[in-house]
């Protein structure tokens, strides 16, 4: 399959450039197997195919899908994802727009924003990134949100139609997830799936979709959480790993069985001397002693964060279709 061949000769490139030959010799021959899941490849063919759908819908319907995004406050983060949003937008003929608003903006300023959001006729989806300065309660804000315009799937209407199996805006990194395994043909039938972290936005929707009927799904699966006795243990029992905790180089290779699938969420900044920003991203796995046991794994970056980005931006093209709702 070319996408998988690729992803093993790109993983190659890739490792060839941060170590010394005979290091680098051993690890391919360890990786023999190991393909990596390439977030990066994936995500530019899916918004290429989007592309091609905007111009049929402006020249038959004259219509472009429309996605606004409400970021609130001056989180670092946020604003890295809230402009890569919106410029994933650009670039496929998507039309946006960001509504940017100081930290000290009162709750009731927030949920008037969100309620000229659900009335302007010309907006498909909108997003309010999270988190939220302290002061805002997102519970309030999520439910204020029309569920036929919350292409995050955060709305409980939108949870619970996906929990019944009915058509629904999927949570952006499970749709993100699910998309890359059917891409890249992953088995997942009878498969055991240990998740690690059970968030609502995450954990807990991912779980939930691997463990429904049909393909992606059909798997056993595990939630693991803070409380969860002997992890390691839990994780050692996978064929597919979902980790989503949030703690850099949390999962480690002796948790990890031989050829099990593993799908790495985080997204972490940790000091490294060597990089000009004196520091770089990692996931919640310890890629580099993990990957030489998988079948499939994704990098941190270039893997599962791209793939968010891409399922925000499908679930703004079924908003506009209105292929979810009427
Ligand atoms: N914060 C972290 N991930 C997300 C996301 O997928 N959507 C929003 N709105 N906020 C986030």
Not at 115 to 131: A, H, K, R, T
Not at 167 to 173: K, Q, R, Y
Not at 274 to 289: H, Y
């Given at each position: 399959m070319m996408l998988t061949e690729r992803a093993t000769i790109d993983s190659r490139n890739w490792r060839a450039g941060c170590m010394n030959e005979p290091d680098f010799a051993t690890f391919a021959r360890q990786i023999e197997h190991m393909q990596l899941l390439d977030g990066k490849l994936l995500s530019e063919n899916i918004k290429s195919e989007l592309a091609a759908e905007v111009d049929l819908l402006r020249e038959r319907k004259g219509k472009i899908p429309h996605l606004a995004a409400v970021l609130v406050g001056e989180n670092p983060a946020s604003q890295v994802y809230v402009n890569s949003k919106i410029r994933s937008c650009e670039q496929i003929g998507f039309k946006s727009t960001l509504i940017r608003r100081p930290e000290d903006t009162s709750e009731p300023e927030v949920l008037?924003?969100?309620?000229?959001?659900?009335?302007?006729?010309?907006?498909?989806?909108?997003?309010?990134?999270?988190?939220?300065?302290?002061?805002?309660?997102?519970?309030?804000?999520?439910?204020?949100?029309?569920?036929?315009?919350?292409?995050?799937?955060?709305?409980?209407?939108?949870?619970?139609?996906?929990?019944?199996?009915?058509?629904?805006?999927?949570?952006?990194?499970?749709?993100?997830?699910?998309?890359?395994?059917?891409?890249?043909?992953?088995?997942?039938?009878?498969?055991?799936c240990v998740v690690v972290g059970r968030s609502n936005i995450v954990g807990t929707p991912i779980s939930i979709l691997l463990s429904r009927k049909?393909?992606?799904?059909?798997?056993?699966?595990?939630?693991?959480?803070?409380?969860?006795?002997?992890?390691?243990?839990?994780?050692?029992?996978?064929?597919?790993?979902?980790?989503?905790?949030?703690?850099?180089?949390?999962?480690?290779?002796?948790?990890?069985?031989?050829?099990?699938?593993?799908?790495?969420?985080?997204?972490?900044?940790?000091?490294?001397?060597?990089?000009?920003?004196?520091?770089?991203?990692?996931?919640?796995?310890?890629?580099?002693?993990?990957?030489?046991?998988?079948?499939?794994?994704?990098?941190?970056?270039?893997?599962?964060?791209?793939?968010?980005?891409?399922?925000?931006?499908?679930?703004?093209?079924?908003?506009?279709?209105?292929?979810?709702?009427?």
């Open positions: 008037d924003i969100i309620q000229s959001l659900n009335e302007d006729p010309d907006i498909d989806g909108f997003i309010v990134q999270l988190p939220l300065p302290k002061h805002i309660n997102e519970e309030k804000v999520t439910l204020a949100i029309d569920h036929r315009k919350d292409v995050d799937g955060f709305h409980p209407v939108n949870f619970g139609r996906m929990a019944q199996g009915l058509p629904a805006f999927l949570p952006a990194t499970p749709y993100g997830i699910v998309e890359m395994m059917r891409r890249y043909n992953i088995e997942t039938s009878g498969k055991h049909g393909y992606p799904g059909d798997c056993t699966v595990t939630l693991t959480h803070s409380r969860t006795k002997d992890l390691p243990a839990e994780v050692r029992r996978a064929d597919i790993v979902v980790a989503a905790i949030g703690i850099p180089q949390f999962v480690k290779a002796d948790w990890v069985k031989e050829g099990a699938v593993v799908i790495d969420v985080g997204i972490n900044r940790i000091p490294d001397a060597s990089k000009k920003s004196g520091a770089r991203l990692v996931g919640d796995v310890d890629f580099d002693a993990v990957a030489p046991k998988c079948s499939y794994i994704t990098p941190v970056p270039g893997g599962v964060g791209l793939m968010t980005v891409t399922a925000l931006l499908m679930n703004t093209l079924k908003a506009c279709k209105k292929e979810i709702y009427q």
